[in-house]
């Protein structure tokens, strides 16, 4: 990374209150990201990847403000952006985008697409009149390979990877510096999800986008990251290139994770790591490394006790666990 990082996350905390009784009063607290710092260069893509229920989207909401954070900072060009108020934070909102998984559900049915696309458009007033609107909005749909015909359309006459797109060109409309895509191609089939990863490699060198690119999934992330966070229980464990990453991972559950991942060349072996047990319940994560009940090399008295500090090597491949890095 050269120069100041464009954003700055900084010990992010997100818990959310269970209620419960006649009096809703709060009964316990999910603890939904614990502790989370990185940061992110402009035109630099993360990939942040961990099982369902570890943190990743909320984290990526918290960053946008989509959702309040408990603690911790985000800092977007140089500005502490948590303590900002709502009229600057709607203006930042221009900068930062977001992309949804289910672009089934993200997509107003009862609007077309040129008045989805354009809505953003309305509301930052960055084009003047229909004419301007529609001509804007028909440049948009051809930047992610639709055609300016299908403006007229609704979004149930389209299918996944094509709503994925209006997605996508609804994001690109206000002309952000960097998009969070939560999920955004989980929910496609195989061979579309690759469609969809490659336009946003194109936009991503042609307006020169940031992208936090978040996956339950390692091998969907390789291609398009520069580096990969990968998230356990509310906590990054291991931040790297995604080269270090994939040929060179330090922590256990990352290893797991990678064993899992099919290789194409069928020469090339990997055994299989097998994690015993599920994802603990995030309402009360186990002390110590979060991870400490299904790590294969776990250290009774050291691993169940203390919290695993994050160890950065000189390359920037950060770990945080007790026994590697
Ligand atoms: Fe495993 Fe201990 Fe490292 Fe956690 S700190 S990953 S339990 S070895």
């Keep these: 990374m050269s120069g100041a990082p464009l954003l700055q996350v900084k010990n992010l905390v997100k818990r959310f209150p269970i209620r419960g009784g006649v009096l809703q009063r709060v009964v316990d607290q999910v603890h939904a990201v614990d502790g989370v710092s990185f940061d992110l260069a ?12 570890c943190g990743k989207s909320t984290t990526g909401r918290c960053v946008l403000r989509l959702i309040e954070p408990t603690s911790g900072e985000v800092w977007f060009k140089g500005q502490n952006i948590t303590t900002l108020g709502k009229e600057p934070l709607r203006a930042l909102a221009r900068d930062m985008q977001i992309i949804f998984q289910d672009p089934y559900a993200s997509l107003n049915p009862r609007m077309t697409v040129g008045a989805i696309v354009g809505e953003g458009l309305v509301i930052h007033k960055l084009a003047s009149g229909a004419a301007d609107i529609e001509q804007r909005v028909a440049e948009l749909l051809r930047t992610v390979g639709l055609s300016p015909d299908q403006m007229k359309r609704y979004p149930h006459e389209f299918s996944g990877g094509q709503r994925q797109r209006i997605g996508i060109a609804r994001a690109l409309a206000v002309q952000p510096k960097m998009i969070v895509c939560d999920e955004a191609v989980s929910a496609l089939d ?25 996956a339950h999934d390692l091998s969907v992330v390789e291609h398009i990251s520069d580096r990969v966070a990968v998230m356990y229980l509310g906590r990054i464990v291991e931040i790297a290139s995604a080269h270090d990453l994939y040929t060179n991972p330090l922590h256990p559950y990352t290893e797991a994770l990678l064993s899992a991942v099919p290789i194409p060349d069928p020469r090339v072996k990997r055994k299989r790591i097998m994690l015993q047990g599920d994802v603990p319940s995030p309402i009360r994560p186990p002390p110590g490394c979060h991870f400490h009940t299904r790590c294969p090399i776990a250290q009774k008295g050291l691993c169940d006790v203390k919290r695993p500090e994050a160890k950065t090597t000189g390359d920037g491949h950060t770990v945080a666990c007790h026994l590697r890095g």
């Design 190 to 214: 195989v061979s579309i999800q690759a469609q969809v990863i490659n336009l946003l490699e194109d936009l991503q060198a042609q307006f020169g986008l940031t992208y936090i690119f978040i």
């Design 42 to 53: 402009a035109g630099e893509t993360l990939g942040v990847v961990g099982e369902s229920g």
